[in-house]
Each structure stands twice: as C-alpha cells, then as structure tokens.
C-alpha cells in the first residue's frame, strides 16, 4: 500500500492509525457482529460510540460546562444560515476576511441587518483587520468571524473583544490545530472535513444561554434549540463520519492533545513559511503577522512554472498542492493530520525545485 | 468475524460484499495513495467516484433524463423544511400515514397553507387511505406522500392521481425496493439510510421544471435551483457515504436491479407474512392490501413476552427486532441487504419460539 502526502484543502488527510482502526473494525465492530455504519443510531453500542466522541471532543477541545457541542449535518454552510436564523434579532456584525467570511455574511442578510465592521476584501484578503469594542454595532446580538481562511492563508492570532456581544467563529479550518479559550465566545461551528474528520459532520458548540428563540420559520433541523433536546438526533446524524471522528480525536489526545499539536503546527508552518521568505522564487503574498498555520499558500510569479511545480510534486507523491483558482499558485493544507515527514519532504521538494528552476 | 443479521428500521445492514470493499480500499482506493475520506470533492479522483455513483443510481432507478439527481444532507427531515421552501407559493395538499407523514405535515405548516387530504391518524395507521384526483386541493402546489411507512408497516400499492399537481414523496423506506414510475412524480427523496447506504447522505430526484422559485428565505442549502447548478456541490458533500452508496448501487445491479430485488423482497416478505397470518401466536395489525414489504410490524398481544422474543432473538443472532416504542411489539426490518437467509433464520426462530411459548 502506497500512500500519498495529501495537501487538499478539504476534505484532507487523515492519520493513518484512525484509517487502520476504520478498516479493522469495519465488518464487526467489537463483539456487535455488525459495521458502525450498520448500526442504529438509538441502539446502547452506537449511543457508546457517539458519547465517546462527544466527550473526547470535549476533553480536547476543553469545552465548559455551559456550552454544549451538536453534532451535525449541513456544513458550514448550513451554519451560516443557522446562526442568523438562531441569533438575529436586531443586527449582526460581520468581519470579511475571505471567500467563506463573506459567504457567511452574505447568506445572513436573508435574515435582517447585517453590517459589515471589518473588511480586507479590497485588499484581496491579505491581513486580519482589527476588531476592538468600539467598532461593534450598539445592537448587534452578535460578531461574526472565520477564524482561519483556508483559501487566503490568514489566520486571527487573538480572539478579538466584543464586551457583552457574543463572539461566533467559523472554525472550520483550524479548529483544534491550537489551544482556545472557548469561554470568549458564544458559538464556535466547524465542517469536519479539515481538522476534525470526514465530511458530513458539522460540529457546534453553543452556549447554554444562546438557542431558544430561533425564528419561526427556521427549519427544525437548524433549530439549535431543539438540538440540544435531542441531543443532536432530532433525525439520523452522520454516524459514521461521527465515529471515525471519535478515532480522530483519541488519537489527537494520545499525542498530547491541542497544546502539543500547537506546537507540531508551529514548527510544521515555521519550516515552510522560513523557507518562502529565505528563497527567491517563492513568496507569500500574506502579512506576516496574519499568515495561516494551516494554509500556506505561495507563488513563483510564473503561471507556468506554478503549474510545473504542481505537476511534478505531485509526480513525487506530494499531491494536491494546486493553490485556489481565487489565489493561483500553490497551497499547502498542512493539518493536524500531516506529519511534519510530509511537510519536510515538501520543503526538500521545493528547494530542489528552487535550484532546478533558477 | 461472527456477524449477526441485523433487523435495524434504519440505518440498517449493508450488503456484506460492499462493506468488504469498503475495508480492502479504506486506506489507498486504486492508485490515489489515499483513502476516499481522504479526497477533495473537486479532485478529479473523487468526482469519478461521484459521477459513478450518480449513474448507477439513475440505471437502477431507471430515472428519465428530466430529471436531476442531487445528493444532499439533512436527511428526509431537512426535505420536509425544503420541500415548501422550494415549492409551497399557495396551498399544499399532504397525506398523514405515518410519524414522518404526520412530520413532513407539521414542517410545511412553517411555510404557508397545508392542507390534511387524506389521513389514518384515528385509526392507528393501520392503512394507506386513497387519494383520488378529486381530493386534490384546486391550488395545489403539490401533493405530499410517504409511500412506506416504516414504523407502521404500511405502504402504498399504487401511485396516486393527481392530475397536474406534482406528486412529492418520501421514499426513504422503499426505495430501490421495488419498481417505480418516475414519471409519475414531480419529486423524490430518501434518506440513505434504510435502503441506499450510510447515514448522512440524502437523495433528491427532482423534475427540470421545478427547482427555481425558493423563497428568498430559503438556506442556499436548501435551495434546489442552487444546488442542481452547483452538481451538488455547493458546499462540500458527505463523499464517504456517497461512494458507500454507489457501492450499493452497483452491487444491486449485480443482482439483476430493482425487477430482480422486487421478486426477491415480494418472498422475504411473504414468507413472515404467512408465518404470522398461519400463527396462533403472532398478530400483524395492518390492512393486508397496505402491508408493507420492507418492515414487517408484529405483537404477541403479551408484552412480556415481546420482551421475551426480542431478548432471545437477539441471542440467536436476530438483533434490533424490537418494534417502536409507538407500536410495541415486534418488527424486522428487512431492506434489500437483508439476505433471504436471515429473514428464513427468523422465520425458523419464530415458529421455535411460538412452539415453546403456546
């Protein structure tokens, strides 16, 4: 079995001990005589399976007890009609630092009024602009950010202050990947198929305060509220995507949970953001107080020689490294789950690539 | 590997020869070096499997070429939101035969005037009431069935006349489980997980003409038009439970398709039918011209005894026979991937179990 270094975006790589575990029990989990996927999602050996997940997510994630996590269907995407549907009332604020902050925002305006307090679309999304208390609207019921934009490579480095006004973030490409304090905020969402598992699960975690008057016309299944009542099985949730997550996150723990990925993530974006800014034929187009320690997007200058370069790493087993039609270029999507062998091997690649192309 | 033959209503068993598939390419499918979780949905890999999925399930379904084939999430219960949002602009007519009719019902409450045209409510469900032509509501929009009833046991036999109005149905507990005219219905969908494959995928068939009036409320997720023109992919989808499901697709065009299938459940179903109708001990409660093939409800009258059989059952390898808390009892769910051996092992501890408990 020959295994590729994956750098998609999402859905991304997997560890491979999660994949080993998914592929033994596939046929008979335990003694159940029957595959995960086979299972009730009421029956006690599925309940077991989702608990642990939940829990497991919790323990890593160090959620408080006033917050409750839903596992989900729809994506981010359906959150980005969930949250307006679940939380305007009067006006929500939105920050557009990417392709899905403005996604985000653009889908509440359905709902009612939405200003935009913080933008770096003219500026095609190269930094984080700042959020400070004075600029959140008189009454707002929320902020909304993208705490990681996958397409751009920018990232927020502190959680931006919005006094009484909770804080919603869009996770979805770098949750996990470093320690936060979940109490700053008052829902955090997530697509799985980044840093937390397969695609087909969404992950919420919400504040006890926040769900209970969604709008009338809210589909059920986005009603945070009724959620909660049943403990994220108003219907059939994705249960297999959830069980292969449970993996993930037990196998995140076995290696030091969040704080020692951090820093695996720290050295993994460290090493190929060094060498951008120590070669000249690579560059980074992001201010470097905002770039990403997930996405690290970079560009020769050469259409032609980007796409030389896609070609032959993927000839060399580095694959999916195209950059975003949005962007150009190429991108590397360096999640928890690459091992930092992935990313040195893509380092070793781009300076030969360097030398061969001077 | 000790497997058991799995009565679930859903999600439900697989066919054997899919989930080994699934376990032999868990860590590399083909020459990718990746696991299908693994894939971009845009990657070229991965939009083969899609695209393979997405036609067999039209050669089984036999699906004329007006039609699109979405796959989505959200389950049924997310369609029972999306079907007014897309198509509700005066009236709805809905039959209520069953707890997801009767839910589909309420749902469509949220979104205008609905109206109850048909209903076994008062009588238990224990049968399909007809709809006529000149029971269909002078405005419309559509007409909303369940055409199996999976906590009841009920099906219907034939497909309804409604003259111009489209024809909306819930399949999730029969599809592919017997031919069907999709000529006659403006709209079809099923969850996955009864008879399609895992959880976490929803399957909507759609006539050309319909998708394109959403109301400006509507989540982009929900919105037909936007999802037939983004091929499903709007955001990412659920991949896993799609290529799961292709697997299925082709394993029951191995058998012979749907034609074949059909003969087949026509005598898994009849052989417990019979048992039951020939028993002193067994009672089913449904109209015998409304009895569905798929789940087959069925009471002692003795609910220790229920207790009993399920307890039992269970240790001979017969799991998740226990009927729904709203009916009690009994019920064997026994969709396609149920080989006709586990329904003839049942069948032999039936009749054992009657013998001893006479």
């Known amino acids: 079995m020959d295994r590729v270094y994956n750098f998609a975006a999402g ?6 001990p999660v994949l080993e575990t998914a592929q033994k029990e596939m046929l008979a989990y335990g003694s159940t005589g029957m595959s995960v996927m ?8 599925y309940l077991e399976i989702f608990e642990r997940a939940q829990s497991a997510f919790r323990r890593v994630m160090n959620v408080p007890d006033n917050y409750k996590v839903l596992f989900l269907q729809g994506g981010a995407t ?6 307006p549907m679940n939380l305007l009332k009067t006006e929500a604020d939105y920050a557009d630092t990417g392709n899905f902050a403005h996604g985000a925002m653009v889908e509440a305006q359905k709902y009612g009024k939405v200003n935009c307090i913080a933008s770096s679309r003219d500026d095609g999304y190269t930094f984080i602009p700042d959020i400070t208390p004075d600029m959140v ?3 707002a019921d929320y902020v909304h950010i993208t705490t990681n934009n996958t397409i751009f490579g920018t990232r927020y480095t502190s959680v931006p202050e919005t006094g009484k006004v909770p804080l919603v ?6 949750i996990l990947s470093e320690e936060v304090d979940v109490s700053k905020f008052g829902v955090i969402y997530a697509g799985a198929q980044k840093n937390i598992g397969p695609a087909g699960l969404t992950v919420v975690v919400v504040r006890d305060d926040l769900p209970g008057s969604a709008r009338p016309d809210c589909p059920k299944l986005f009603d945070w509220a009724l959620q909660v009542k049943n403990d994220s099985m108003l219907n059939t ?9 449970g993996l993930c996150f037990e196998w995140l723990e076995s290696l030091g949970g969040v704080k020692a990925i951090e820093e695996i993530n720290k050295e993994k974006s460290a090493l190929l953001y060094d060498l951008i800014d120590n070669s000249s034929l690579y560059r980074n187009n992001v201010r470097k107080d905002c770039r990403s320690r997930m996405n690290v997007p970079f560009v020769t200058g050469d259409a032609d020689l980007d796409a030389k370069f896609v070609k032959e790493a993927a000839a060399n087993g580095l694959v999916n490294i195209k950059g975003h039609r949005l962007v150009g270029g190429m991108r590397a999507s360096i999640y928890n789950a690459m091992p930092i062998e992935g990313v040195r091997a ?5 300076k030969k690539f360097e030398k061969e192309n001077a």
């Open 11 to 16: 859905p991304a790589a997997l560890p491979l």
């Open 38 to 45: 086979e299972m009730s999602h009421r029956s006690k050996m």
């Open 78 to 83: 359906g959150q980005f009609a969930a949250v």
């Open 137 to 139: 609207s008189e009454n």
């Open 169 to 174: 973030a869009d996770m979805s490409s770098n």
């Open 237 to 245: 949730p994705p249960c297999y995507s959830i069980y292969v997550a």
């Open 346 to 350: 893509l380092a070793e690649f781009m």
